[in-house]
């Protein structure tokens, strides 16, 4: 049986909802989230602005890269939508794109690492966020959920830091308090 682990934050913001909504959607090919410096977007199936818009984003990992399948599933403007993210792979780092952080080394087989990380069936991670207006403010849910299934005890353990981490930092960019 599937177990989802799952976790939601609400914060208030004082811009209109469809500039948290616009703020929201043009994070994606921004060149820094959260501090991940976001190494290339390739465009795979659907159209913008469409709930079937699928894309391959490669982040720098330390010294991999990671890529996964960005898939919006609900675009229903300015009221909220819903995105999907699927682990891909790992992949050795191009040393004509950037340099390895400070004191790395390289730990060896970027499939190994990619499993350690997300187990042998990653699963994927889903996003929703739910925006309303009250009093020329905007009232923002976002709640992150993912399957259990294949998560060691310790990556379910570190699972809520890292999806607070997230949310926090994607509130911050609709909210603009960054």
């Not at 799952?6 to 811009?15: D, E, G, I, T």
């Not at 010294?63 to 992949?91: A, K």
């Amino acid at each position: 049986m599937s177990q989802k682990i799952s976790f939601s934050m609400n914060a208030l913001s004082h811009l209109r909802c469809d500039e948290v909504f616009e703020r929201l959607t043009s994070t994606a090919g921004n060149a820094t989230v959260n501090g991940v410096r976001v190494l290339s977007s390739r465009h795979v199936s659907g159209s913008k602005e469409t709930a079937d818009l699928t894309t391959v984003v490669r982040v720098a990992y330390g010294v991999f890269d990671y890529e996964h399948v960005e898939t919006l599933l609900r675009y229903d403007r300015p009221n909220g939508l819903t995105v999907e993210l699927r682990p891909l792979r790992m992949t050795r780092y191009n040393p004509r794109e950037r340099l390895p952080p400070v004191g790395s080394e390289y730990p060896g087989d970027p499939d190994k690492a990619f499993h350690r990380m997300f187990g042998k069936n990653p699963q994927p991670l889903r996003f929703d966020f739910d925006l309303s207006e009250e009093e020329n403010r905007t009232h923002i849910t976002v709640s992150a959920t993912q399957s259990s299934d294949g998560m060691g005890w310790l990556n379910r353990f570190l699972w809520k830091r890292s999806i607070q981490k997230q949310l926090r930092a994607l509130i911050a960019v609709a909210t603009d308090t960054r």
